[in-house]
């Protein structure tokens, strides 16, 4: 049966969005991290950032968003001074593939969605999209499941970058787009100012900027084959299924 490409955007969107950070904060990646000297937060900011390579901490925040600028030099400029950018990256990464392997190593359909996926990564326009280039450069490792897992991360940075683009096209600042989506999180992203509540406006926009992103993702989702979208839905839905979310 066909699967329509706006509703595999938004259906799969979501799910990846877990998926594709299931292994940030695992018990497995924190303990990698400890082994590199890095608390749990400068693994995952450095790890994460680290496939843009050896740039300055404003890159950095400027392909993530929503961080505060401070909190990115503290957490990703303190990492530097333990570990090179792109071997951290590579460690990050490899977690992920490990928790791939771990988890969905007797699933069914990961060849098909990998195969799947690497059409899609073809066909996907990454201009203004760098974190999701840099990403998904990463050389592909050979296993299923870790490749499975590495491709979730990948479309995971995709879809946020492409909903950053849509932010700051909307005119929304993307501070106030975290007050939208994730209030309870403010503080979290570095924000010691008081919260002011979003505005009925600012909500709007957001809405707008999740629109502009399904359509985004939408365009290029429908130039797969039936069937890949078929494998590609059904390769999320597994994955997430294994991983409980």
């Not at 955007?9 to 497995?28: E, N, R, S, V």
């Not at 505005?199 to 399904?214: C, K, L, S, V």
């Not at 365009?219 to 078929?230: G, V, Y």
Request: charged share 20%; hydrophobic share 45%.
């Amino acid at each position: 049966m066909s699967t329509s490409s706006t509703d595999l955007a938004i259906d799969t969107g979501t799910k990846l969005g877990k998926i594709g950070q299931a292994f940030y904060f695992h018990p497995d990646t924190v303990a990698r991290g400890q082994e590199l000297g890095m608390k749990p937060f400068q693994f995952y900011g450095l790890g994460r950032g680290g496939v843009l390579g050896d740039v300055d901490n404003s890159v950095v925040h400027s392909a993530f968003g929503y961080f505060h600028p401070a909190m990115i030099d503290h957490v990703v400029g303190g990492a530097r001074e333990l570990i090179g950018a792109r071997e951290c990256g590579r460690e990050y990464m490899e977690c992920a593939r490990n928790l791939g392997r771990a988890t969905f190593a007797d699933l069914e359909g990961l060849a098909e969605f990998s195969e799947a996926a690497e059409a899609l990564a073809d066909i996907i326009d990454g201009t203004a999209l760098t974190l999701y280039v840099a990403t998904a450069a990463e050389p592909l490792c050979a296993d299923l499941p870790g490749r499975a897992m590495q491709h979730a991360v990948a479309l995971r940075e995709w879809r946020g970058s492409v909903h950053l683009v849509a932010i700051v096209g909307s005119g929304l600042d993307p501070v106030r787009a975290h007050v939208v989506k994730r209030p309870d999180d403010y503080a979290m992203f570095g924000y010691r100012d008081e919260m002011v509540e979003a505005t009925e406006q600012e909500r709007a926009a957001h809405e707008a900027a999740e629109g502009t992103t399904n359509e985004i993702c939408s365009a290029a989702l429908a130039k797969l084959t039936d069937e890949q979208r078929t494998a590609y839905a059904a390769g999320v839905d597994a994955m997430a299924a294994a991983l409980g979310i």
